[in-house]
């Protein structure tokens, strides 16, 4: 599954998760909205944990 990077436009809602591993911050994306930076350590991309509808 494709990470989705800040700024970028979420195509599956779902969980995602931090790459930063010493942060692990989870964030729930929706579709179709803009994926935001992570608020605990400002990283840019997030790796797809558990999609929703
Ligand atoms: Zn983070």
């Known amino acids: 599954m494709a990470n989705i ?3 970028g436009i979420v ?5 995602y998760k931090c790459t930063n591993t010493s942060c692990g911050n ?3 994306c929706v579709k179709g909205e803009r994926v935001p930076p992570c608020r605990k350590c400002g990283n840019t991309e997030f790796r797809l944990v558990r999609a929703t509808r």
């Open 5 to 7: 990077r800040t700024g």
């Open 11 to 15: 195509e599956q809602s779902g969980i």
């Open 26 to 28: 989870e964030i729930t």
